[in-house]
């Protein structure tokens, strides 16, 4: 290393140059005067006198020393930091040489395999002395050695005496220091697998996982040697009890039936012009009695003559009548039920004939047909095209066309009552009057005749008689009845009249599944609902009417005026055929 005083001995003459004297203007005439060389001790001395400036010369510019001295101070500024660095440098490599560099042993080739099928362990150890092998620096334990037919090495975690099976210890021999064990199973096949040296200082897994905790034991309890009782064991509890809706409580429908048994009509918007009609009153003396219809709760309902003396002969009517000291508010029901029946004017509706009023028991007479109810009248009949070409028919026959025909009466009333804002509530083929030549009217009879009890359905002990199968799901689960529900149950009506009133509508439902099934509407599962079939002799259009009609939005299906003008359209040129 050289000190820093040497540097700057060398570095003298750059930092600090002799200027050298300017010989430009010299004469001939002055010759170089030779000096007496310095003696050793002697102070340094001008060998000539400093010339004179002259006059006529020019003085020297500074500029030549002021330029040497920024050149180097350049060269001082960049050579003395490389300088530096190669020092510095050169010492860091002379300690590093100083340093014993460790020697790293070989890495030692160690393999172990298994062979999985006949738990065979195979050992290929590059060095084994003293029968112990080392694993990361560490003792790993004796191996034992059986002889090599077996070849069977089993790997103990234990520091005992390593031996063989001969009594001989594989540390005292000296001629298998670099021999490798031999194994009769190749080490390399498909089912070895390659298992690393475990390590000694792991801590082993607990006896049994932290999840599983084994059971109690059970013990026999004798009185004299039970000591260990077991801890009681909490009852398992009771599952929820789940509630089910009865068919009585998926019910919220009011009743519909009147005093006198009969479907009472509603009237959704009541006006004093359209409220008050005349009735006009009959002598009691002339109505005939012929047979008893039925009845309900506070009357009863009979077939009954009336003679007409305007028309000189009689007429069949239906009378319904109170019974004897009926109270005040069933015979003020029942004069609602009048005002209602005495706003209905249109021909193909069952209209009002007239009252008794001014005597004990009250009585009103409605319209009656003489083929009866149009679910009887139906089923007496056969379909045209059912019938063989060749062969007499067993019953009468009707055609298509009539049967439409028939629809469009009905239709037609229903309309009627639709614009009135009347809901009849009970609209099905038996409470439809049919009359010579197909002519139809609608009623409100069924419901007081016993020969229709199995169409109605009373959810429970005191609760009203309910038409389940012709009702609209608002009407049967929230109680709401509108023009629009008498919609969906002329749907079911026509599905009577195009089957010829076969079967019953759902028939393979019971009356708490029909409950069930319309109840898919109120729970938004409308798709799941189940829809009466497609009848035989039903074309596609006429079906899809049906389906309309059935919507589970009220608001979505067709008022009565449109399905009027689609039962006509379909009706067009149908003559009337039907035999009298």
Partial sequence: ??????????????????????????????????????????????????????????????????????VTLGVVFAVIPVVLFVLYRRSR???????????????????????????????????????????????YGHVAVDDEASSSLYQEPYKAALTTSSDQSVGKSTDCTDTLLKSPFPLDTEDSVDYAVPDLNMT?????SDVYKPPFPDVVKHPATAHFHSPPVPPIPPPPQEIYLSAAEYCQAPSIQGVTGTVAFTEDEVTDANYERP?????????????????????????????????????????????????????????????TLSRLTESCVARLVGMVTRSDPLCLMVEYLSCGDLH????????????????????????????????????????????????????????????????????????????YASHYYRAGEGLPLLPVRWMAWESLLQGRFSSKSDVWAFGVTLWEILTLARQ??????????????VSQCCHGDAAAMMVLPQPALCPREMYDMMTACWRP?????????????????????YCLDYPD
Avoid at 101 to 117: D, I, L
Avoid at 298 to 320: E, P, T, Y
Avoid at 553 to 573: A, I, S, Y
């Fill in 1 to 70: 290393m050289f000190p820093i005083t040497d540097i700057f001995f060398h570095l003298s003459p750059l930092l600090f140059p002799v200027p050298v004297p300017c010989r430009c203007n010299a004469t001939k005439e002055e010759a170089p005067t030779v000096t007496n060389p310095l003696v050793e001790g002697q102070v340094f001395e001008s060998r000539s006198p400093p010339a004179p400036p002259d006059p006529k010369t020019p003085p020297a510019a500074p500029s030549g020393l002021l330029v040497g001295g920024l």
């Fill in 204 to 208: 082993p897994p607990p006896p049994f």
């Fill in 553 to 573: 939005g009220d608001r979505q299906r067709p008022p009565f005026w449109e399905v009027l003008m689609f039962l006509q359209r379909k009706n067009l040129g």
């Fill in 504 to 517: 019953q509508p759902y028939a393979e439902l019971s009356d708490d599944g029909v409950l069930e099934n």
């Fill in 93 to 139: 490599g002379a300690q590093a040489t100083e340093k014993p560099q460790p020697q790293t042993p070989p890495p030692e080739n160690r393999k172990v395999s298994m062979k999985m099928k006949d738990l065979h362990i195979n050992l290929s150890l590059a060095s084994v002395t003293t029968g112990y092998s080392r694993a990361n620096g560490k003792l």
């Fill in 279 to 339: 009735v006009p009153e009959l002598a009691r003396h002339r109505l005939h009695p012929l047979e008893t219809l039925g009845g309900g709760p506070c009357g009863v309902v009979r077939l009954c003559r009336v003679d007409d003396v305007g028309r000189s002969g009689s007429r069949l009517v239906v009378m319904k009548q109170l019974h004897p000291g009926a109270k005040e508010i069933t015979k003020k029901e029942f004069h609602q039920e009048a005002r």
């Fill in 376 to 451: 009887q009248f139906l089923r007496k009949h056969t379909h045209h095209e059912t019938v063989p070409a060749c062969g007499a028919a067993e019953q009468p026959v009707i055609s298509y066309g009539g049967l439409v025909h028939l629809a469009v009466q009905a239709a037609a009333g229903m309309r009627h009552l639709e614009a009135l804002g009347v809901v009849h509530r009970d609209l099905a083929a038996r409470n439809c009057l049919v009359g010579p030549g197909l002519t139809l009217k609608v009623s409100d009879l069924a419901m007081s005749r016993p020969l």
